[in-house]
Nanobody, 127 residues
Framework: QVQLAESGGGLVQAGGSLRLSCVVS???????????VGWYRQTPGGDQREMVA????????DYHYSVRGRFTISRIDVENAVHLSMNGLKPDDTAVYYC?????????????????WGRGTQVTVSS
């Protein structure tokens, strides 16, 4: 089973910084590849998750226009980790942040490629 462990959320004042981390692991089978990883967020009462930033397997990054220039996504493949550095945080950035990874996994006789989600980490920015 593929697992995504998110960390780094918390409470910060406007203008502050946080660094979110997402680590991909398996407790059964073998992790063959981690392709595109994205960070999404969902606000209280919101019914959809909004893509904040993503990074492809080759390191190409993409950002939501509202965070461009403030957030930076990076990956360390040997650690199966993706980080989201968030600077200049605003109250509008308050949300639960979720990591989504497209993963190639080998378990038993089956090789599969699919998306997995983490459980989320709360980011709260006070004004």
């Amino acid at each position: 089973q593929v697992q995504l462990a998110e960390s780094g959320g918390g409470l910060v004042q406007a203008g502050g910084s946080l660094r979110l981390s997402c680590v991909v692991s398996v407790d059964r089978g073998r992790l063959l590849a981690v392709y595109t990883v994205g960070w999404y967020r969902q606000t209280p009462g919101g019914d959809q998750r909004e893509m904040v930033a993503s990074i492809s397997g080759s390191g190409v990054a993409d950002y939501h226009y509202s965070v461009r220039g403030r957030f930076t996504i990076s990956r360390i493949d040997v650690e199966n980790a993706v980080h989201l550095s968030m600077n200049g945080l605003k109250p509008d950035d308050t949300a639960v942040y979720y990591c989504k990874a497209n993963v190639k996994n080998h378990q038993g006789s089956v090789v599969s490629v699919r998306d997995y989600w983490g459980r989320g980490t709360q980011v709260t920015v006070s004004s």
